[in-house]
């Protein structure tokens, strides 16, 4: 049976007491901590490390005068560009009609559950901002737990019966892969039975695929291909573009949800109005066909590869437990082999392991409390993105074309990680 936890919260209480959100918080005090000429390794805010690839760069560039207000729902240029995209990469049918633009995917999250009156339900670990999120706007939160031998995955029998306990009730059901925090991702068979219990209680699927373009194989499928009357597509340039920072988000929509991206359309025109002119006129450039492109994506997902497979193999080798890594660039480790050691030092959750952790060795790492995970599970997400992105791709292309990525390239590029790595397992084991 699934296990969930219901959360109601009167909507005058539900900002009081809401902190910072976790990934921000780690990383203001790592680089406190790092002003005050300690050492730090910043394996806590996801961030990608690679440069934002040049043809989009020079695209902003040329359209660094543009200023005027854009259509609410974004660039048709763009939206008709992420289409194309969609339907090239990913079989997926979908116009110009059906795209939504936003500042970010976080605010387009946010609105679709303003608008959409029904449950949030939650795999969980999940990313930090879901539940918050939810609590903001007044929503119910149903969180369904998973587990570690199911590497942390929504299992169909646990959504559906979560479903058929109240099967008239809205929902919206969050499933995000390649996960953060745990790096991992759904076979197609999977995905096929979660899409055929989504479809039976007509629950509407937000698929958080903004680490697809991420996964390590480039072999990224949407649940949309299965359930596409019903699954709406969350995306943009954050993660496989590099852009965090430019603020670009979209959501995919299917034709029969077409009121909805209009109803939250309405409320973005009284909220953020429209999202950056330069910046959108920019993005055109990242969903076209482009070999530059293409090649930066291959050498990413082979350097995040490398990477995250060798920082499991590290962690196993502590008897620190985590699933191994398909996409994107986390790792959820389990530290539960050394409960007793922990215990006795006074370390009883994961808040507490990451604070000394990160207060005696420097290594930072985000909780799981904060995915939504209870307290006293000594589970923690790792980021493995402390490195020089722009030399890591320099390399591959000068010394790594036409060979496998090897231990003295992870030694040359990411050698604070596996440091820090040894410190952390040192540490345990005191």
């Known amino acids: 049976m699934a296990k969930q936890q219901n959360i109601r919260i009167d909507l005058n209480l539900n900002i009081r007491g809401l902190k910072k959100s976790a990934t921000l918080a780690i990383n203001e005090q790592s680089r406190q901590l790092l002003q005050q000429g300690k050492k730090v ?89 879901y539940s918050p999120q939810a609590i903001i706007v007044g929503r119910r939160v149903n969180w369904v737990k998973t587990n570690q031998e199911n590497d942390w995955r929504l299992t169909p029998e646990d959504l559906e019966s979560l479903c058929a306990a109240d099967p008239e009730r809205p929902r919206i059901v969050i499933l995000n892969y390649p996960s953060n925090p745990t790096g991992t991702t759904y076979t197609i068979e999977r995905l096929k039975k979660l899409a055929e219990v989504a479809r039976k209680h007509k629950v509407i699927l937000l ?34 573009c590099s852009a965090g920072g430019w603020r670009l988000g979209m959501f995919i929509f299917p034709p029969s949800l077409r009121w909805l991206l209009d109803a939250m359309a309405n409320v973005a025109s009284e909220t953020f109005t429209s999202t950056s002119a330069p910046i959108q006129y920019a993005a055109v450039e990242a969903y076209q066909e482009n070999p530059q492109i293409n090649r930066y994506l291959e050498d990413a997902r082979r350097i995040l590869r490398i990477i995250g497979r060798t920082l499991h193999s590290r962690l196993l080798e502590y008897n620190i437990f985590a699933p191994k890594p398909l996409g994107g660039f986390y790792l959820f480790p389990n530290f539960g082999y050394y409960q007793h050691n922990l215990f006795k030092r006074g370390i009883t959750n994961s808040q507490q392991l990451c604070e000394k952790l990160l207060d ?60 820090a790595i040894t410190l952390m397992g040192n540490w345990l084991q005191l």
């Open 41 to 129: 390794y910043r394996l806590g805010f996801g961030q990608s490390p690679f440069p934002v690839p040049e043809p989009v760069v020079e695209a902003l560039r040329r359209h660094a005068h543009e200023k005027d207000y854009l259509a609410v729902k974004g660039l048709f240029e763009l939206r008709e560009a992420i289409a194309g995209y969609y339907e090239r990469r990913h079989g997926i049918k979908r116009t110009a009609e059906d795209v939504l633009i936003g500042p970010g995917s976080k605010e387009l999250l946010f609105l679709v559950q303003l608008v959409y009156y029904g449950d949030l339900v939650i795999p969980t670990p999940s990313w930090v901002s």
């Open 360 to 419: 005696e060795t420097g290594v930072a790492l985000l909780p799981s409390y904060d995915f939504g995970r209870p307290s006293e599970e000594l589970t923690a997400r790792l980021s493995y993105v402390d490195f020089d992105g722009e030399k890591a791709l320099q390399l591959v292309r000068e010394a790594y074309s036409d060979k496998p990525l090897d231990e003295k390239f992870i030694d040359s590029c990411c050698g604070s990680m596996l440091e």
């Open 207 to 240: 698929s958080d695929e903004i680490y697809g373009e991420l996964h390590h194989s480039g072999q990224h499928v949407s649940i949309a291909r299965f359930y596409p009357e019903g699954t709406i597509i969350s995306s943009g340039l954050s993660k496989w």
